[in-house]
């Protein structure tokens, strides 16, 4: 089972990787998130020509302070460097407590990066469904199972970018004390209102097909790169 479905993973990132070569231009501000398949994509960008006006973003801040090539601020530099353009860091914790973010979100550094986000013209959009069980945030120990099934509780049907939790009508569902620095659901919406390309990169599995259709119909993205099997189901299904 875990071979195919990693087979499946890979080439999605691949078919990712040819999306951003054939769509990227100089004039362009890309927005890369945390996580294993944007890492994927990541490796399998070839970059066919230069592109020394490329600007690649962070769109959240830091899991750890151990070198980790799933990070954002990493993966934004290798996507940069690779199309010989530039990449920015964001200077910040990916989670903080609610009553500290305000101050985190103010700081001079951090607003340098987060106000490149409304001129953003395009964004790698990685989903799950919230699961207190398998979900990837929880088995990375990023969040407790306790956090997701309370999330649930309330709603959630989904996540984006691991800390981003949405119910079925897409709308914010809010971690109680915690305060996900970065784009926001709000910021993606905005991408798609703009025309922006917001991409979504999601595969190999019946459990994303829910979040991934909620997402696409409540405007969280507009663009799809999947497989053909879930993209069969996701035109089939109610």
């Known amino acids: 089972e875990a071979a195919p479905k990693e087979a499946v993973v890979l080439s999605i990132a691949n078919a990712a ?14 927005l890369v998130p945390w996580g294993r398949m944007a890492n994927y994509i990541a490796r399998q ?35 940069a460097s690779k199309f010989g353009g530039r990449s920015l860091l964001l200077p910040a914790p990916a989670v903080v407590d609610k009553e500290v973010s305000k ?21 790698i959009v990685p989903l799950a469904p919230a699961d207190p069980e398998r979900s990837t945030v929880v088995q990375m120990g990023l969040v407790t199972k306790g956090t997701v099934k309370s999330l649930v509780a309330r709603g959630a049907v989904g996540e984006i970018a691991s800390h981003w939790w949405f119910d079925s009508q897409g709308q914010i569902v809010d971690q109680d004390r915690t305060y996900a620095v970065g ?13 922006a390309k917001v991409i979504a990169v999601v595969g190999a599995g019946r459990e994303r097909i829910r979040p991934l259709k909620v997402a696409l119909i409540n405007r969280l993205a507009n663009v799809l790169i999947t497989d053909h099997i879930s993209a069969q189901i996701l035109l089939t299904e109610d």
């Open 45 to 79: 960008i070839k970059a066919p020509r230069p592109l020394p006006g490329l600007t690649v973003v962070p769109m959240e801040g830091v899991m750890g302070v151990e070198y980790d090539p799933s990070e954002a601020n990493i993966l934004a530099s290798a996507i």
């Open 183 to 195: 784009l926001g659901l709000d910021g993606l919406a905005d991408m798609v209102d703009r025309r």
């Open 103 to 123: 101050v985190i979100v103010d700081l001079p550094l951090v607003k340098r990066v987060t106000e490149l986000y409304k001129k953003a013209t395009m964004a």
């Open 17 to 30: 990787a040819r999306y951003l070569e054939d769509h990227l231009t100089n004039r362009d501000i890309l």
